[in-house]
């Protein structure tokens, strides 16, 4: 009995379809100018206005239909200077947008034939495009912490010395989450981290650690769940939705990554974030990677300052 095809055919983007539709190169740096230039109609600088650019032939460049000014599609992306053939940035991305749980270098090194040290500079560079700013709007949210790194000893002791504490918070309605580090647990700590994140007059649900206790000080709502007593839904009090996400989280990171190191660790949790809050995409999220990889803004203000590119 063939197993049942969980994703909608809609939103299915098969390895098939992948090959059809960038078999080389060319195909892949014309994708990325119709992202930043439809149809090729760019700003010239030498004439002063928008113009019809052509490909000119063994570069990567595209030229003004009128002066033959030279316009640069990988400019100020994450292709720029790299010797590695476009087509495997794109078979990396495709391989890091089709999974739900996340993929080694190692076996971006495998699938693609780089060298690990290419690998492992193509998988930071796309981590970087699941980044995103997201404002969670409530008007009901989940709050909770978990601990990546060693076992928690006692409920209320933190340990910085062998782990990291992280803070998620869940829109009920809208699904979206939100998850960073944080310095620890005390109440100071996670009092800040939901006013910077959760709007106020909203409703937040957390468990029963006493750091959250007086929330409602801050103009929210706040119910709690005694998960030291056993209890874990009473009505709809509950923080089933952030300790699903957790569950993701830990299982990609136990699996695929078997471990992450501090430094790296909140470029995870903005990948595992971007995946959640893009699930109703199915497979499809590697053409919204190919999307974000075109857009020049997502490098840093100091990067960008550096290229001379436009703010």
């Known amino acids: ?20 539709d960038f078999p080389n190169d060319d195909v892949c740096l014309e994708q990325i100018k119709e992202q930043r230039w439809p149809g ?46 476009l087509r495997i940035w794109f ?24 060298t690990y040290k290419t690998a492992w500079r193509m998988f930071n560079q ?28 006692q409920r209320t002791m933190y340990d910085p010395s062998n782990k990291t504490c992280v803070v998620g918070i869940v829109e009920r309605k809208g699904g979206r989450v939100r998850a960073v580090i944080a310095d620890d647990n005390s109440r100071k700590t996670l009092h800040d ?34 998960h030291s007593q056993g209890v874990y839904v009473m009505g709809d009090v509950h923080t089933n939705t952030i300790e699903g996400f957790w569950s993701l989280v830990k299982r990609g990171i136990g699996g695929a990554y078997h471990s992450v190191s501090k430094k790296y660790l909140q470029t995870y949790l903005n990948e595992y ?5 893009h699930r109703d995409c199915g497979n499809l999220i590697f053409p919204l990677l190919v999307a974000r990889a075109s857009q020049t803004e997502l490098l840093k203000p100091s990067v960008r300052a550096a290229k001379n590119l436009p703010v």
């Open 126 to 153: 796309i981590r970087k495009l699941l980044s995103e700013d997201v404002q969670l709007e409530g008007p009901t949210v989940e709050m909770d912490e978990m601990y990546v790194g060693g076992k928690r000893r």
């Open 273 to 277: 974030a971007f995946r959640y809050n």
């Open 91 to 114: 078979q990396a991305m495709y391989l890091m947008g089709s999974t739900r749980c996340g993929i080694s270098a190692k076996q971006i090194q495998s699938e693609t034939g780089v």
């Open 193 to 226: 981290i939901a006013k910077e994140y959760i709007l106020p007059k909203s409703t937040v649900f957390t468990d029963d650690l006493a750091s959250y206790h007086g929330l409602e000080k801050h103009d929210y709502e706040h119910k709690r769940i005694n």
């Open 1 to 20: 009995m063939n197993r049942r095809q969980t994703i909608p055919k809609e939103l299915r983007y098969t390895r098939n379809q992948f090959d059809a």
């Open 40 to 85: 090729g109609i760019a700003h010239c600088d030498t004439c002063e206005k928008d113009r019809k650019h052509y490909r000119v032939t063994g570069r990567t460049a595209y030229a003004c239909d009128r002066c033959g000014h030279h316009i640069y599609p990988l400019a100020g992306t994450i292709f720029e200077k790299s010797t590695t053939p």
